[in-house]
T-cell receptor, first 114, second 109 residues
Framework: DTGVSQDPRHKITKRGQNVTFRCDPISEHNRLYWYRQTLGQGPEFLTYFQNEAQLEKSRLLSDRFSAERPKGSFSTLEIQRTEQGDSAMYLC????????????FGPGTRLTVL | GEDVEQSLFLSVREGDSSVINCTYTDSSSTYLYWYKQEPGAGLQLLTYIFSNMDMKQDQRLTVLLNKKDKHLSLRIADTQTGDSAIYFCAESNGQNFVFGPGTRLSVLP
């Protein structure tokens, strides 16, 4: 399968713990995006990378959130000191650099903070 | 900031046409998109339109864009039960993507 993959698909954690999610984009896609989706809402943009450079971060991305894409391929999203309000689906998407017209989404990681 | 609005629910009978509407505020939008999301699944890109076009047709899907009114619609011809899902409108200026809240389409037999 050459689509976007995310790991894990589900994560249950206790409040205050740190969690890390991984996204593997479609190979040769140089743009990678992270979104958060809560029930009944559309995806909300968190951040995006062009190659290894993090070019934009949303105001939604508090200091507890950090994302990396060290080699310009896979990316990780870490949430420190999780709060119940962090419970959501975290979606990753990738696109090619030529205008990024077509953005392809992974299946998401569902985070539940108890 | 940019905003994308959609009606939240639509019910149609199998075989009828569905029309899902969307409005957006960002006048610098370059591309406008329609995504489909089925329960427990990620978003699937259905189609997109460049902002200098006013219509795009792809099999049962027709996208209409009124750039002056910042209004986008998706028409699904001969709607089937498999079309039941949430449909998201999104706009992009080539870097950011802003999504609407989604329209839940229910197809009645």
């Amino acid at each position: 399968d050459t689509g976007v993959s995310q790991d894990p698909r589900h994560k249950i954690t206790k409040r205050g713990q740190n969690v890390t999610f991984r996204c593997d984009p479609i190979s040769e896609h140089n743009r990678l995006y992270w979104y958060r989706q809560t029930l009944g809402q559309g995806p909300e943009f968190l951040t995006y990378f062009q190659n290894e450079a993090q070019l934009e971060k949303s105001r939604l991305l508090s200091d507890r959130f950090s994302a990396e894409r060290p080699k310009g391929s896979f990316s990780t999203l870490e949430i420190q000191r999780t709060e119940q309000g962090d419970s959501a689906m975290y979606l990753c998407a990738s696109s090619s650099g030529r205008g990024g017209r077509e953005q392809f989404f992974g299946p998401g990681t569902r985070l539940t903070v108890l | 900031g940019e905003d994308v609005e959609q009606s939240l629910f639509l019910s149609v009978r199998e075989g009828d046409s569905s029309v899902i509407n969307c409005t957006y505020t960002d006048s610098s939008s370059t591309y406008l998109y329609w995504y489909k999301q089925e329960p427990g699944a990620g978003l699937q890109l259905l189609t997109y339109i460049f902002s200098n076009m006013d219509m795009k047709q792809d099999q049962r899907l027709t996208v209409l864009l009124n750039k002056k009114d910042k209004h986008l619609s998706l028409r699904i011809a001969d709607t089937q039960t498999g079309d039941s899902a949430i449909y998201f409108c999104a706009e992009s200026n080539g870097q950011n993507f802003v999504f609407g809240p989604g329209t839940r389409l229910s197809v009645l037999p």
